[in-house]
């Protein structure tokens, strides 16, 4: 379709989920994606090497954003990784202490969703074609740090429940390398996660109304 109708550029949704557990950290868009082990993850590496098998045949123009773990207001309440934002919110909302599974060391580079709408519109004006970048806020957060900064941002003073996990997580890690996103398309995140918990916060709690 966007042959037939003479699209001029794709900006294409990829995740960092196509590393699976990088190689290193921060994580270039150089690092491999051979250690994926997910079906959303080849699925997405899959968009990419599609829009560059039409770059080469039909000179059709694409840009992909790996984003890192995106959160903010409208986002799925379901996600695997992302759900846990929205568990604690219901117990700060409940007056219950909220629940981690393991020892809160896991951690993600949470991008807010208004950086990242930043980045599409910076990816889709720029002259960048044939290129993937990645889009986070280069810091590294821990499930336990997350869970102090959403309790702060909601002058909460619950404290959390530490249970054993059930699971064994293939990616314990994850921080963002973007010297290629902000050499290229001038990309810099600029939501810390105080402000974008608070945002999200505000927007959860007014939706449950």
């Known amino acids: 379709m966007s042959k037939k109708y003479n699209?001029?550029?794709?900006?294409?949704?990829s995740s960092?989920?196509?590393?699976?557990?990088?190689?290193?950290?921060?994580?270039?868009?150089?690092?491999?994606?051979?250690?994926?082990q997910t079906f959303y993850g080849a699925a997405k590496l899959f968009g990419e090497q599609l829009l560059r098998s039409y770059k080469f045949m039909y000179g059709l123009d694409y840009v992909a954003l790996r984003y890192f773990n995106a959160y903010g207001p409208r986002?799925?309440?379901?996600?695997?990784?992302?759900?846990?934002?929205?568990?604690?919110l219901d117990c700060i909302r409940d007056n219950?202490?909220?629940l981690i599974y393991?020892?809160?060391?896991?951690?993600m580079d949470f991008v807010y969703v208004k950086d990242i709408a930043k980045a599409n519109v910076a990816a889709l004006l720029s002259d960048a074609t044939d290129e993937v970048?990645?889009?986070?806020?280069c810091e590294e957060t821990s499930l336990s740090e997350l869970l102090d900064v959403?309790?702060?941002?909601?002058n909460s003073k619950l404290k959390p429940e530490y249970r054993a996990s059930d699971s064994v997580n293939p990616v314990p890690r994850r921080l963002a390398e973007i010297s290629k996103a902000e050499h290229i398309l001038n990309f810099k995140p600029t939501i810390s996660l105080?402000?974008?918990?608070?945002?999200?916060?505000?927007?959860?709690?007014?939706?449950?109304?």
């Open 75 to 88: 986002m799925d309440t379901d996600g695997k990784y992302t759900e846990v934002m929205i568990k604690w």
């Open 96 to 98: 219950r202490n909220p």
């Open 150 to 154: 959403l309790l702060k941002v909601n």
């Open 133 to 137: 970048f990645n889009i986070g806020n």
């Open 102 to 107: 393991g020892d809160g060391s896991t951690t």
């Open 16 to 36: 960092a989920s196509v590393y699976g557990l990088a190689q290193h950290f921060p994580t270039p868009e150089t690092d491999n994606p051979y250690d994926n």
């Open 194 to 209: 105080e402000k974008g918990m608070k945002e999200l916060s505000q927007w959860y709690f007014e939706k449950q109304k």
């Open 7 to 13: 699209v001029k550029k794709i900006v294409y949704s």
